[in-house]
């Protein structure tokens, strides 16, 4: 058999008032939305951190709310990526890491920092803020992914930075946003951002076909050969790789829907094991 990476699929974070009715049941507490989401999909993406300092009594409050097997990925907050020069993050990287996500312990996945779309890719300063996401916090593992969104980024030079120091580039299927599916870490990060409200899955089945194959490839190691590479010639390591794929942004309504069509095209050997 042959060995395969885990697949999770999921959505922007748990509060969204149209979700209720159509995701979330009509009478369900909003106390409730966290522990019922984490029993439809096995992940999910925290927006809330990116804009405030989250304590370390709220990380485990999450953390007791949701299944084991279940895994957050967590915005990092806005004022590491939100500057001019970027090396000088580390005071702000360093409260970040060190506001309690490490109460969420095994539920703890990637780390999401996020650049403004007027981020322009400068190497040198790139590289240096890159060297300071830690590898461990209180000897727990961290994965890092970042998202880019000016052309500049699509670049050999910021695929070679992003695999030297193991952070995931995030794919980001959006209008304007460049797309960036080159590998460069041990897991794959994807945004799908280009859904729509008035088709019942967020993405069309056949579409959701497309990303369930290319999920599947990404866990067994390969690249899709139908998404864009910054350096098409930089081939990644062929291994087994975790995937989080994120149903998120446009067609939000209908997110929920989607990432759990999403996880029914997951091969069995790729699903998470996620037990009440």
Not at 75 to 82: E, G, H, P, S
Not at 209 to 230: F, I, M, S
């Amino acid at each position: 058999m042959t060995s395969t990476g885990i697949i999770r699929a999921g959505i922007g974070g748990w509060t969204f008032e149209p979700w209720r009715g159509t995701f979330f049941p009509e009478k369900l507490k909003h106390a409730d939305e966290l522990g019922y989401a984490a029993r439809q999909l096995p992940t999910i993406e925290v927006n809330g951190t990116y804009y405030r300092t989250q304590t370390p009594a709220t990380f485990a409050k999450w953390k007791n709310e949701v299944p084991e097997g279940f895994v957050f990925s967590l915005k990092a907050a806005r004022f590491a990526t939100n500057r001019k020069i970027l090396g000088e993050a580390g005071e702000s990287v360093e409260r970040f890491i060190q506001s309690g996500i490490t109460e969420l312990g095994d539920s703890l996945g990637p780390i999401l920092w996020q650049f403004a779309n007027t981020k322009k890719f400068e190497p040198e300063d790139f590289g240096a803020f890159l060297a300071l996401l830690p590898e461990k916090a209180e000897g727990l593992p961290l994965r890092h992914a970042i998202e880019v969104r000016h052309d500049s980024f699509t670049d050999p030079a910021f695929v070679a930075l992003a695999r030297r120091h193991g952070v995931a580039i995030v794919y980001a299927h959006h209008a304007t946003y460049p797309e960036i599916a080159d590998v460069t870490a041990d897991f794959v990060y994807a945004r799908l951002q280009q859904g729509e409200d008035d088709i019942p899955t967020a993405y069309a089945p056949e579409q959701l076909d497309e990303w369930a194959a290319r999920a599947a490839l990404w866990a067994k190691g390969g690249v899709p050969g139908d998404l864009p590479l910054a350096a098409p010639e930089d081939k990644p390591a062929k291994k087994p790789r975790d995937v989080f794929v994120y149903v998120i942004h446009e067609g939000k309504v209908r997110a929920p829907q989607g990432a759990m069509a999403l996880m029914e095209r997951v091969p069995e050997k790729a699903r998470p094991t996620v037990t009440a």
